[in-house]
């Protein structure tokens, strides 16, 4: 019987059980996670925070779905070497025994800036569920909560905060929200709906020192200007898991390296979603995991039978009463690109298409999800839009 050991929990390593499981019912997997849940998705934590799940919701998969699925799984159990000779794992030097193929999918973590003081009691990151009980019960205490980072995550948490009755301020240290997914337009609406919604923000405000005796007291910019606040949550991005991986002496560059099967420099050892790169390709995104945990599923069920495409970037701000989505290319630098803009500030308005060829290779929807869906069909699909510039943003 073929035996596939998996390192993580999140949603590439599921997407690939799943993926396994369609093709395959007799191969044994084994599961093994540093965390002390079953799988729950990551976005179900912004949910927990603003107090639209409880606890037991956020976690998807119990064990009766490992059950269901026949996969022995090992919850608290982090993996700390990957034998890359005999297809072997390790925890704390008990070994689990050899493997015919193994899944590398142990995600990232939250990237944290010089900030002097960051270690300081009540600075926090979001990234697991226990993150998310540690700062669902810091809001309850707090009087002004600072989220440091203006991104995805910076926003969604501190709309999650407000929702629970919080006193949220973002400060980033650029001039743009979600700087990665809109341009200075959009943004600009964004940053007018949030104020309304009772968000402050303040752009250009670059944290680097957190102050306070033992517990936090508020921030400094590196203008000196001071923040009071007394929990903090840095949401700066984040960094690819490849300690294990380097420890192991698999190739690793800013992320694990993997070639077009996902498979990584040892043969049988393959990697999927936020922990790998391909050609230099990488996102921190689910559809990003979804889409390279397949291939290697059905690599490690059939080796050498299926190949990576490229995958289109798109994000969705959850934000109850925004709408907001981004795919593709955004801000285009080369005169090849067009951008169609339609922008109504006062109604939290803002549609942008980019076209190249005729066709729309990327969009920013802002304030009508049925105009988001338009687009993304538009870009994935890859439609000629020659006759349709003038009603882009029009919905049948
Ligand atoms: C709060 C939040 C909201 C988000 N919202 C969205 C969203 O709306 N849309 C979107 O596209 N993306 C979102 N993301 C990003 C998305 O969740 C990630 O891209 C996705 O989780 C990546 O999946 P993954 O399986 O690669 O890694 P992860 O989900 O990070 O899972 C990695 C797993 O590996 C385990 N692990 C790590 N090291 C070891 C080890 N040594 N041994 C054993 N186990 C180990 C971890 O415990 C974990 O179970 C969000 C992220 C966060 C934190």
């Known amino acids: 019987m073929t035996r596939v050991g998996i390192v993580g929990n999140g949603v590439a390593a599921t997407t690939a059980?799943?993926?396994?499981?369609?093709?395959?019912?007799?191969?044994?997997?084994?599961?093994?996670?540093?965390e002390r849940w079953g799988y729950y998705p990551r976005p179900n934590l912004i949910d927990y925070i603003a107090g639209r799940r409880t606890g037991e919701d956020v976690v998807q998969f119990g064990y009766d779905w490992y059950l269901k699925n026949d996969v022995k799984v090992n919850l608290a159990s982090p993996i700390t070497k990957i034998g890359t000779k005999d297809l072997s794992l390790e925890t704390f030097g008990n070994s689990h025994g050899k493997f015919d193929r193994i899944l590398?999918?142990?995600?990232?973590?939250?990237?944290?800036?010089?900030?002097?003081?960051?270690?300081?009691?009540?600075?926090?990151?979001?990234?697991?569920?226990?993150?998310?009980?540690?700062?669902?019960?810091?809001?309850?205490?707090?009087?002004?909560?600072?989220v440091v980072g203006g991104g995805i995550l910076g926003v969604e948490l501190a709309a999650a905060m407000k929702q629970v009755g919080g006193d949220p301020i973002i400060v980033t240290n650029v001039d743009t929200l979600l700087p990665l997914q809109l341009d200075a337009g959009a943004s600009s609406v964004l940053l007018h709906r949030?104020?309304?919604?009772?968000?402050?923000v303040l752009l250009n405000f670059t944290c680097n020192q957190v102050i306070g005796d033992v517990s936090v007291a508020g921030v400094v910019s590196s203008k000196g200007d001071t923040i009071e606040g007394d929990l903090i949550v840095v949401a700066t991005g984040v960094r690819s898991n490849t300690y294990l991986a380097r420890q192991s002496g698999l190739a690793v560059s800013k992320a694990i390296a993997v070639d077009n099967h996902m498979e990584t420099s040892a043969k049988g050892i393959y990697a999927a979603g936020d922990c790998m790169e391909c050609d230099g390709e990488w996102y921190g995104i689910i559809p990003w995991a979804v889409s390279t945990s397949r291939i290697a599923a059905r690599n490690i069920v059939e080796p050498g039978s299926a190949n990576f495409a490229r995958v289109t970037p798109q994000n969705t701000l959850q934000v109850v009463?925004?709408?907001?989505?981004?795919?593709?290319?955004?801000?285009?630098?080369?005169p090849e690109f067009e951008s169609v803009v339609q922008i109504d500030r006062e109604q939290g308005r803002y549609f942008k298409a980019v076209i190249k060829n005729d066709k729309l290779v990327g969009g920013i929807a802002m304030g009508d999800r049925k105009v988001s869906m338009k687009l993304r069909r538009l870009?994935?699909?890859?439609?000629?839009?020659?006759?349709?510039?003038?009603?882009?943003?029009e919905i049948e």
């Open 17 to 34: 059980i799943r993926e396994i499981r369609k093709s395959d019912e007799s191969f044994d997997i084994e599961i093994f996670t540093d």
């Open 104 to 146: 590398v999918a142990v995600g990232s973590h939250p990237f944290v800036p010089p900030i002097q003081g960051a270690e300081k009691k009540g600075v926090h990151v979001l990234r697991t569920l226990d993150d998310a009980i540690d700062i669902r019960e810091a809001v309850k205490g707090a009087g002004r909560e600072i």
């Open 194 to 200: 949030l104020e309304e919604m009772g968000i402050t």
């Open 321 to 334: 009463g925004i709408d907001l989505t981004s795919i593709g290319i955004v801000r285009p630098e080369t």
């Open 379 to 393: 870009v994935t699909e890859e439609v000629d839009v020659s006759d349709q510039r003038q009603t882009l943003f």
